[in-house]
């Protein structure tokens, strides 16, 4: 298996798929275009999406023998169900901006991005069902789970005593879930029981591991397209912030005090955010996501020895690297 080369090729096929799919629908006599479609091209397509749900569908899929061809609509429900996610949580977060561009929200209004994170939702379980109706039973439950872990993350606003076991839930919920369904839909077609339970815990600890690299360069300021220390700003408890106000008292006060206003100024969230990174939390987060990167390797057990079995476990070590080269820059 050439996989740069299948890769590439395959994720070609997922975006064919795609545009086919986000073509306009039915939308009855005398109407000009179809809204809900419009806003779900302008979130799916060409908007810099890294497409890694559809890559780790056809790396697991490889690992076990699954034809690519039986794995392009596969591919695109994890992109289509992630995409869906996108445009309910800028809603909930009222966000302004996604990969550089305006969000669904800001520009058509609150209930186009519902209603099209909706219709994305349907359409990818449609698609499904015409593959293995298996595929849409976890698919659904995903979905679930994504869902009860996003309200959790609204309720945790500002929560600067939130246990880590609930901020590891959260994490596995928005985005382990679906990794690992990933995964577990590949080894479903394989008709691989014991596959099915190695991606999915592999891509459950990927996910949280995927999160804690995020909440890591918010405070390193790394993140493309995102404002430093936005998590700071907008009183989310990550990782980070929360192993840092466990060391500095002083800071716990600055934070409760920050948080209790309803606008945080700039130069107060740099202070609040440079004493964080201070505190050596970023180091400690980084720990806590090479064990859950450790984790999922173990997971993967015997499925590494392979070429795409192999892709899977070097992404998972690519995180680790990458997130270790940014403190270390960070440092220099």
Known sequence: MDVAHELTEFLGQVEQRLVTLLADGDVGPDVKGD??????????????????????????????????????????????????SLLHDDVVDAGMFRRGRPTVNARWGNIVAVMSGDLILSTALSQLSLLDARLVQSGLAVVSEMTRAAIAEVEARGDMDLPLTRLRYIAEGKTGSLFGWCGKAAATLADLPEAVERFDAFGRHLGVAFQIADDIRDILGTDVGKPRYADVHSRTPSLPILLAVSRDESLRRKLKDAWAFSVITPERTREIGSAIEATGAVEASMQRMNVEIEAALDKLGPYTHGAAGAELAGWARKLSEGIADQVKGRAA
């Open 35 to 84: 809204t809900l479609m419009d806003a779900a091209r302008h979130l799916c397509l060409g908007a810099g999406g890294k497409r890694a749900r559809p890559m780790l569908v056809r790396l697991f899929g490889g690992a076990v023998g699954v034809p690519a061809s039986r794995l392009v609509d596969v591919g695109v429900a994890a992109e289509m169900i992630h995409s869906a």
